[in-house]
């Protein structure tokens, strides 16, 4: 029996022959029942923060069903729900994420995702406003790749 070899992603490999284009993204100033039900619908543990295109932020979902358990034990039953509507993504986000860049390689990618244990990462474009996002590169992205 002929066991198939992997393919092995050479250093030489660039985010840019990999990075998603079409990716979902919040505003920080978005309420986070909105965010929770986009990415819930989008099947998303993590969605990039971008205030006009820049990058300013991620939004991870165990954040946000932390901080939700905090605010409901601080919030009188009547006003729950006025206190979720008025709860912003900023407040939530963990700003300034590290992200990748095109020219930067597959294996730099990977390696910072699992360094940071995290499902995907923003690619962006240092412009002067400050990093503008471009797409996005996800551990299935990288999965499909090494097993094709």
């Known amino acids: 029996m002929q066991e198939k070899s992997a393919f092995v992603v050479a250093p030489t490999d660039r985010v840019e022959h990999l990075v998603r284009k079409h990716y979902v993204a919040v505003d920080p100033d978005d309420g986070v029942l909105e965010a929770s ?10 969605v990039p923060v971008t205030r006009d295109g820049i990058l300013v932020g991620m939004l991870w979902y165990r954040d946000l069903l932390e901080s939700w358990v905090t605010r409901l034990r601080e919030a009188p039953w009547q006003s729950v729900v006025d206190a979720l509507d008025d709860f912003r993504v900023e407040s939530v986000m963990r700003p300034i994420p590290e992200a990748v860049q095109p020219g930067d390689s597959l294996v730099n990618a990977a390696r910072t995702m699992l360094r940071l244990e995290m499902g995907c990462l923003p690619a962006v474009e240092q412009t002067e ?17 090494a097993y094709p």
């Open 129 to 145: 406003e400050g990093p503008r996002m471009i797409g996005i590169v996800t551990e299935r992205d990288l999965l499909q790749i």
């Open 37 to 46: 039900r986009l990415m819930r619908m989008a099947r998303l543990r993590q």
